[in-house]
């Protein structure tokens, strides 16, 4: 079975600061996808990356880094000079087949002005 | 805005009900899924539709069930409904199975 868990169940930084949200997956296929969902106050799921299993490139989106490491089963993610819109809870997920995603329980950001 | 359309963003009904949850999917997508945020669960797989077909089924109970039109719209029907079914009910959409999903902005259905 797939599982994610993202260990950090709520963090609090003042803008500015850099934070990282850990993400650890289990499954034993080795074909699989890795997603981070923004969740904002508002409600909906806004889609942010999606990784598939044999590119474990690093990436960055503007003030966004994702660190892929198949060795230690984990896909953080950065932000950079956080700031109060960044606030939102932030779920990572995991796939074998297409969109049918396995969500990590979440982990809530809150960016102090 | 993802494109995703799901009505209504709101619902409140009375246990033993049945509610219809629909969705739009963006222009262009083939496949609808569909997903449940509850507070205990967290956010659970339900189903997959692909061209009207179904692909793949979660922890979908068996009280729920969900159809794909030939417009592509979707539609998650929910009865009997239960206290423990109150949650937010999201729809996703895709291009098909192998593109990430794009999800709309939820039904929160309560159920008193």
């Known amino acids: 079975a797939q599982k994610v868990t993202q260990a950090q169940t709520e963090i609090s930084v003042v803008e500015k600061e850099d934070v990282t949200l850990d993400c650890v997956y289990e499954t034993r296929d080795t074909t699989y996808y890795l997603f981070w969902y923004k969740q904002p106050p508002s409600g909906e799921l806004v889609f942010l990356i999606r990784r598939n299993s044999f590119d474990e490139q690093n990436e960055i989106s503007g003030r966004y880094s994702w660190n892929f490491q198949k060795s230690t089963s984990s896909f953080n993610f950065t932000i950079t000079a956080s700031q109060v819109v960044d606030s939102a809870v932030y779920f990572c997920a995991l796939s074998l087949y297409g969109n049918k995603l396995v969500f990590g329980a979440g982990t809530i950001l809150r960016v102090k002005s | 805005d993802s494109g995703v359309t799901q009505t209504p963003k709101h619902l409140i009904t009375a246990t033993g009900q049945r509610v219809t949850l629909r969705c739009s999917p963006r222009?262009?997508?083939?496949?609808v899924y569909w997903y449940q945020q509850s507070l205990d669960q967290g956010l659970q797989f339900l189903i997959q539709?692909?061209?009207?077909?179904?692909?793949a089924k979660g922890n979908i109970l068996e009280r729920f069930s969900a159809q794909q039109f030939p417009d592509l719209h979707s539609e998650l029907n929910l009865s009997s409904l239960e206290l423990g079914d109150s949650a937010l009910y999201f729809c996703?959409?895709?291009?098909?199975?192998?593109?990430?999903?794009?999800f709309g902005q939820g039904t929160r259905l309560t159920v008193v």
């Open positions: 222009s262009g997508d083939l496949s």
């Open positions: 996703a959409s895709s291009i098909n199975t192998n593109t990430e999903a794009f």
């Open positions: 539709y692909y061209n009207g077909e179904e692909r």
